[in-house]
C-alpha cells in the first residue's frame, strides 16, 4: 500500500501548504514553543469558536489581544482536562486507526500546520489525517475528551442521537475549508463506557460562512483595530478599578426598546420562578410522604437520592465588592 502523507493530500487537494515544526535538533518544547508562535500568525481551527460567538470562555477581542501580542494566552497547561486530553490523544487516534484498519489510512498530525493558498491567514493544525483508498480522498480526524457531565449535555441531541456540539463544529468547518477536504470523522472519549465516533461532511455554505469570519477578523487584527466588545468583555472592564464613573446622556430610540424588553423579561422570569415553586408544592403534595412518588403514562415525578463527598469547611471571604449590571426605569418628570 502507498504511504499516505501530509505532501500528497497537499499536492492532490492545491488549496494548502504544510509547515512542518520538525526538523534536525528540535525537541518536543522547541516545536511546541514553535507552533505556539506560529498561532499568532492566523486563526486556527480553535479560535473558530471564540470569533461565531460559541465559545463562553473567550471573547474576540480577547483572542484579538492575544494576536496582537496586547495579551499572553493563560497557561491552561496544567489544568487537568488538558493534561487528560494530551495524553488520552495518541491513544485515541491508534485505537481508531486499529478500529478502522484495511478502510482507512491514518496519519498523525502532530507538529504540522496547513495554511491555506487562498486565504493566508486561515491554519489548521489536524490531531489526523484520513485516507479513503476506495474514494481516493482525504479526510480530517479530529480527536475530543469531555467528561461525563459534557458528554450528556452536549453530545447529545434531545432525542438522545449523538452530535457533534456547535463549538467543534466550528473547528472542523474550518479544517474543511482550509484543506478542501469533503468529510471527516470526530473521535471522541465523552465519559461513556467507549470512545463514539461521528462522521461529518462539508457543507459549503458553513464553510464560506467560517472564511468569512476568519477575514473580517483577521482585518481587524492587521489594522490593529479591536473587534466589537461584547457583554462578557464589558464585564470584564467594568470590574477593574478604579471603577468607570458618570452617565452619559442618551437619545435612542433602540436603547429605550431593549431596557423596556430586559425589564419585561426580567419580570416574567420572576414569574415564572414563583409560578414554578407553587406547582411543584401542588406535586409535592400529590406525591405526598408515603411513597418514591408517582407515575402515569406520560410523566414521573418524585424524590431521588442525590449523593455528595465530605467537603472541608471553607473560611469566611473577607469583605469585597462586586460591579452588577441593572436595568431601572426611569418616572417621567
Same mark, same amino acid.
Given at each position: 500500500?502507498?504511504?499516505?502523507?501530509?505532501?500528497?493530500?497537499?499536492?492532490?487537494?492545491?488549496?494548502?501548504?504544510?509547515?512542518?515544526?520538525?526538523?534536525?535538533?528540535?525537541?518536543?518544547?522547541?516545536?511546541?514553543?514553535?507552533?505556539?508562535?506560529?498561532?499568532?500568525?492566523?486563526?486556527?481551527?480553535?479560535?473558530?469558536?471564540?470569533?461565531?460567538?460559541?465559545?463562553?470562555?473567550?471573547?474576540?477581542?480577547?483572542?484579538?489581544?492575544?494576536?496582537?501580542?496586547?495579551?499572553?494566552?493563560?497557561?491552561?497547561?496544567?489544568?487537568?482536562?488538558?493534561?487528560?486530553?494530551?495524553?488520552?490523544?495518541?491513544?485515541?487516534?491508534?485505537?481508531?486507526?486499529?478500529?478502522?484498519?484495511?478502510?482507512?489510512?491514518?496519519?498523525?498530525?502532530?507538529?504540522?500546520?496547513?495554511?491555506?493558498?487562498?486565504?493566508?491567514?486561515?491554519?489548521?493544525?489536524?490531531?489526523?489525517?484520513?485516507?479513503?483508498?476506495?474514494?481516493?480522498?482525504?479526510?480530517?480526524?479530529?480527536?475530543?475528551?469531555?467528561?461525563?457531565?459534557?458528554?450528556?449535555?452536549?453530545?447529545?441531541?434531545?432525542?438522545?442521537?449523538?452530535?457533534?456540539?456547535?463549538?467543534?463544529?466550528?473547528?472542523?468547518?474550518?479544517?474543511?475549508?482550509?484543506?478542501?477536504?469533503?468529510?471527516?470523522?470526530?473521535?471522541?472519549?465523552?465519559?461513556?463506557?467507549?470512545?463514539?465516533?461521528?462522521?461529518?461532511?462539508?457543507?459549503?455554505?458553513?464553510?464560506?460562512?467560517?472564511?468569512?469570519?476568519?477575514?473580517?477578523?483577521? =482585518? #481587524?487584527?492587521?489594522?490593529?483595530?479591536? !473587534?466589537?466588545?461584547?457583554?462578557? @468583555?464589558?464585564? %470584564?472592564?467594568?470590574?477593574? /478599578?478604579?471603577?468607570?464613573?458618570?452617565?452619559?446622556?442618551?437619545?435612542?430610540?433602540?436603547?429605550?426598546?431593549?431596557?423596556?424588553?430586559?425589564?419585561?423579561?426580567?419580570?416574567?422570569?420572576?414569574?415564572?420562578?414563583?409560578?414554578?415553586?407553587?406547582?411543584?408544592?401542588?406535586?409535592?403534595?400529590?406525591?405526598?410522604?408515603?411513597?418514591?412518588?408517582?407515575?402515569?403514562?406520560?410523566?414521573?415525578?418524585?424524590?431521588?437520592?442525590? =449523593? #455528595?463527598?465530605?467537603?472541608?469547611?471553607? !473560611?469566611?471571604?473577607?469583605?469585597? @465588592?462586586?460591579? %452588577?449590571?441593572?436595568?431601572? /426605569?426611569?418616572?417621567?418628570?
Amino acid at each position: 500500500m502507498v504511504r499516505v502523507t501530509f505532501k500528497q493530500a497537499a499536492k492532490q487537494s492545491g488549496m494548502f501548504d504544510v509547515h512542518s515544526f520538525r526538523g534536525s535538533g528540535t525537541t518536543k518544547k522547541s516545536r511546541e514553543a514553535e507552533w505556539l508562535k506560529f498561532r499568532t500568525k492566523g486563526v486556527g481551527g480553535s479560535d473558530m469558536s471564540t470569533i461565531l460567538g460559541l465559545n463562553t470562555f473567550e471573547t474576540p477581542a480577547r483572542l484579538w489581544e492575544e494576536k496582537t501580542g496586547r495579551r499572553t494566552p493563560d497557561d491552561i497547561s496544567d489544568k487537568w482536562s488538558i493534561v487528560k486530553g494530551n495524553a488520552l490523544e495518541p491513544e485515541l487516534r491508534n485505537r481508531f486507526k486499529r478500529i478502522h484498519a484495511g478502510e482507512l489510512e491514518t496519519v498523525d498530525g502532530s507538529d504540522k500546520s496547513l495554511v491555506s493558498k487562498e486565504h493566508p491567514c486561515m491554519h489548521a493544525s489536524l490531531d489526523g489525517l484520513l485516507y479513503d483508498p476506495k474514494t481516493d480522498s482525504y479526510g480530517v480526524l479530529e480527536i475530543k475528551t469531555a467528561n461525563e457531565y459534557r458528554g450528556k449535555l452536549h453530545w447529545h441531541d434531545q432525542q438522545g442521537n449523538l452530535v457533534i456540539p456547535d463549538y467543534y463544529m466550528a473547528q472542523v468547518t474550518h479544517y474543511l475549508a482550509v484543506t478542501g477536504f469533503t468529510w471527516g470523522w470526530v473521535y471522541a472519549d465523552i465519559g461513556e463506557s467507549e470512545p463514539v465516533e461521528i462522521r461529518f461532511e462539508r457543507d459549503e455554505q458553513d464553510v464560506q460562512t467560517v472564511i468569512n469570519a476568519a477575514e473580517e477578523f483577521w =482585518h #481587524f487584527v492587521q489594522n490593529d483595530e479591536m !473587534p466589537q466588545l461584547t457583554g462578557t @468583555d464589558v464585564d %470584564r472592564v467594568q470590574a477593574e /478599578q478604579p471603577y468607570p464613573e458618570g452617565f452619559e446622556q442618551i437619545e435612542d430610540s433602540d436603547f429605550d426598546q431593549l431596557s423596556a424588553l430586559y425589564e419585561s423579561y426580567a419580570q416574567a422570569e420572576s414569574d415564572a420562578r414563583k409560578s414554578k415553586a407553587r406547582i411543584a408544592d401542588r406535586l409535592k403534595q400529590l406525591v405526598g410522604g408515603q411513597r418514591e412518588g408517582l407515575i402515569s403514562p406520560k410523566w414521573q415525578v418524585g424524590y431521588r437520592t442525590v =449523593h #455528595f463527598k465530605e467537603q472541608a469547611a471553607r !473560611p469566611a471571604k473577607p469583605a469585597y @465588592d462586586q460591579r %452588577r449590571f441593572y436595568v431601572k /426605569q426611569l418616572k417621567e418628570n
